[in-house]
């Protein structure tokens, strides 16, 4: 809820202009990333997801970049509004037996976007 | 849409007490979850389903126990009620095959008095 973007990196944007939130992961053996938005109040909320066959994957307004050499992970929103404002993190899964679901979430961004 | 929901958006407990967290899933997911959500410290796993009656330990189980007996439904129990439970609870769901995406119902706040 509300308390889920203190002590987070912001990113402070303009309506209107393009977002870049960035996420390292930690363990080069992952193979499927997601990001979620996690708005005051609720539980995060699925936005996108890519493999690690992929290095781009496009949605509505938003595209995830995959780069495996460095283990970054970026969200691209196009056009920010203000209900894109919202705390953001990405999970990784890694590939070894036992963990056919689990997923390691990072800390999060908060996007702040002025009007 | 999935929907996960969780049985209360707010509740208040005593120090000691059992609490129950009911979760409930509407689309045939074999897998569930329940996290807890602390500012500074992110999601943190505490047990996860795969099936029915099949549980596992997450990362922090200790003071926590779940049930699973029926696939649309997880619990989660805490079996003697401290302030250092007091958090957000958040429990999600996914389909068992490689790949899938967690889906998040909308959490609990709970607080221990």
């Known amino acids: 809820g509300e308390s889920v973007g203190l002590h987070l990196p912001t990113l402070s944007v303009q309506e209107g202009d393009n977002s870049i939130i960035n996420c390292a992961y930690s363990?080069?053996?992952?193979?499927?990333f997601i990001w979620y938005k996690q708005e005051s109040g609720k539980g995060p909320q699925f936005i996108i997801d890519?493999?690690?066959?992929?290095d781009k994957r496009q949605g509505q307004r938003v595209t995830v970049l995959l780069n495996k050499t460095v283990k970054h992970l970026s969200l691209q929103i196009a056009a920010t509004q203000p209900g894109d404002s919202a705390v953001y993190f990405c999970?990784?899964?890694?590939?070894?037996?036992?963990?056919?679901?689990?997923?390691?979430f990072g800390k999060g961004t908060k996007l702040s976007v002025k009007p | 849409d999935v929907k996960v929901t969780q049985s209360s958006r707010y509740l208040v407990k005593r120090t000691g007490e059992k609490v129950f967290l009911e979760c409930v899933q509407d689309?045939?997911?074999?897998?569930m979850f329940w996290y807890r959500q602390d500012p500074g410290l992110g999601l943190r796993l505490i047990y996860f389903?795969?099936?029915?009656?099949?549980?596992e330990k997450g990362d922090i189980p200790e003071g926590y126990s779940v049930s699973r007996e029926k696939k649309e439904r997880f619990s989660l129990i805490l079996e003697s009620a401290s302030t250092n439970q007091t958090s957000m609870y958040l429990c999600?769901?996914?389909?068992?095959?490689?790949?899938?995406?967690?889906?998040f119902g909308d959490g609990t706040r709970l607080s221990i008095l």
């Open positions: 999600a769901s996914s389909f068992g095959s490689v790949g899938q995406p967690q889906h």
């Open positions: 363990n080069s053996a992952s193979d499927y």
């Open positions: 890519i493999r690690s066959n992929m």
């Open positions: 999970a990784e899964k890694m590939n070894y037996g036992g963990s056919q679901g689990n997923l390691i």
């Open positions: 689309m045939d997911h074999e897998n």
């Open positions: 389903s795969y099936d029915v009656k099949m549980k």
